[in-house]
């Protein structure tokens, strides 16, 4: 049966879901600082508990790379849509889109590997919450180093796969006419700035979030 709205309207209510959860958990935390209320279990990596020196071992920290990860897993799934609208725009072929099928089956995917993403990042955190709890300085090091790089790859991988999409719209000239004022044009050219403004959410905040993490 077909829908009766457009599947690319379901990518933004996926793409707000992390959002939600993340605010929600965020608000709740905060407001129990608020309201004088501490867990050293579950606080917040910019307020530490007095037996630890790093704000790595809370699972807020977790929670917000995973966050992180699937904003930016989301936003490199609907660039690909909008480049393959604007490829086919430029070709001339009849622009479907995507199944409802198609959709919850590329969310599911990206919420998976976020489970398991949040899961390895917070065993890694562990390991390195009792490394420094049982004084061995070296492998809280190297489990810390590790730990960054998990950090980085993925935050890396994506905004190299969404530059990659912009450099294709550019060499292959899907770009819209800029003096052609049609309605088709006008609509391209919406489509296009659209792609872009992703592409600049890449490297203006996500690409510097990543790099920060190393510290």
Known sequence: KKPSFSTYNLYLVYLALPDLIYAIYEVSMYGNLINQQFNSKYYPYVVLPSSSLSPNFS???????TYKYSNMAINAIIT???????????????VKPPSLKRVNKQMAIVYFIALLYFLGFFFLQAAVGRAEHNGELEKKMDLF????????LTGFALAAYVIYLSCVVWRRNYL???????AKQKSLRELYFYFFRI???????????????LY
Do not use: H, Q
């Open 59 to 65: 699972p807020d920290w977790a929670l917000f790379v």
């Open 145 to 152: 180093y590790v730990l960054s790089v998990y950090k980085l």
């Open 176 to 182: 819209p006419p800029l003096t052609e004022m049609t």
């Open 199 to 213: 592409v600049i959410l890449f490297l203006a905040i996500w690409v510097p979030c990543v790099t920060l993490l």
């Open 80 to 94: 690909y849509e909008v480049m393959t609208l604007l490829r086919d725009s430029k070709n001339g072929v009849k």
